[in-house]
T-cell receptor, first 116, second 115 residues
Framework: AQKITQTQPGMFVQEKEAVTLDCTYDTSDPSYGLFWYKQPSSGEMIFLIYQGSYDQQNATEGRYSLNFQKARKSANLVISASQLGDSAMYFCAMREPNTGGFKTIFGAGTRLFVKA | ETGVTQTPRHLVMGMTNKKSLKCEQHLGHNAMYWYKQSAKKPLELMFVYSLEERVENNSVPSRFSPECPNSSHLFLHLHTLQPEDSALYLC??????????????FGPGTRLTVL
């Protein structure tokens, strides 16, 4: 079974608007971490934001926020005020330190296109 | 200085060649990772080293051989590769390999083409 599911292969957003990228996950481990990474066409994966399973508040980092709904097992990334430079692949990922060892599992990714 | 560097950035090799990919991290991290990223497939973890010891080996064919001489350097030695091994190979490092909050910092990748 897939542990991380990103159902949107591609998304379009108008510059300066907000966009939500979906991510659902599957785990029975009560302790886990969720991550979002951005991969521009240059190839480098850039860490954006982290949410721990025990965190009470949704994580925010500048224009990025994570809409964490634990009961639904979803961890959607919200990008506010989209910029042309936000066009990239976005990956959701999860660590299960108790059961997954050193592994971080990545979703298939969502390609975001920001239109001028 | 860039946190994680990889060389070469592009590599074309024949199936009988032997080559090595190099990764160096300048972040003082203890864990280093090799990933393979193929078109239309999720990122695949290949190897993990923590404090220079291999701690993960995800059923990777023996034609890929990792080496971690110290906590700052990681190599991936390649020999008798197949065309399906063509992919982007990403190196990453993290503070350590444990715990929830263990974001990884990635290098720019090596784009490998096997002819």
């Amino acid at each position: 079974a897939q542990k991380i599911t990103q159902t949107q292969p591609g998304m379009f957003v108008q510059e300066k608007e907000a966009v939500t990228l979906d991510c659902t996950y599957d785990t029975s481990d009560p302790s886990y971490g969720l991550f979002w990474y951005k991969q521009p066409s240059s190839g480098e994966m850039i860490f954006l934001i982290y949410q721990g399973s025990y965190d009470q508040q949704n994580a925010t980092e500048g224009r990025y926020s994570l809409n964490f709904q634990k009961a639904r097992k979803s961890a959607n990334l919200v990008i506010s005020a989209s910029q042309l430079g936000d066009s990239a692949m976005y990956f959701c990922a999860m660590r299960e330190p108790n059961t997954g060892g050193f592994k971080t599992i990545f979703g298939a990714g969502t390609r975001l296109f920001v239109k001028a | 200085e860039t946190g994680v560097t990889q060389t070469p950035r592009h590599l074309v090799m024949g199936m009988t060649n032997k080559k090595s990919l190099k990764c160096e991290q300048h972040l003082g991290h203890n864990a280093m990772y090799w990933y393979k990223q193929s078109a239309k497939k999720p990122l695949e973890l290949m190897f993990v080293y923590s404090l220079e010891e291999r701690v993960e080996n995800n059923s990777v064919p023996s034609r890929f051989s990792p080496e971690c001489p110290n906590s700052s350097h990681l190599f991936l030695h390649l020999h008798t590769l197949q065309p399906e091994d063509s992919a982007l190979y990403l190196c990453a490092s993290s503070h350590d390999g444990t715990g929830q909050h263990n974001e990884q910092f990635f290098g720019p990748g090596t784009r490998l083409t096997v002819l």
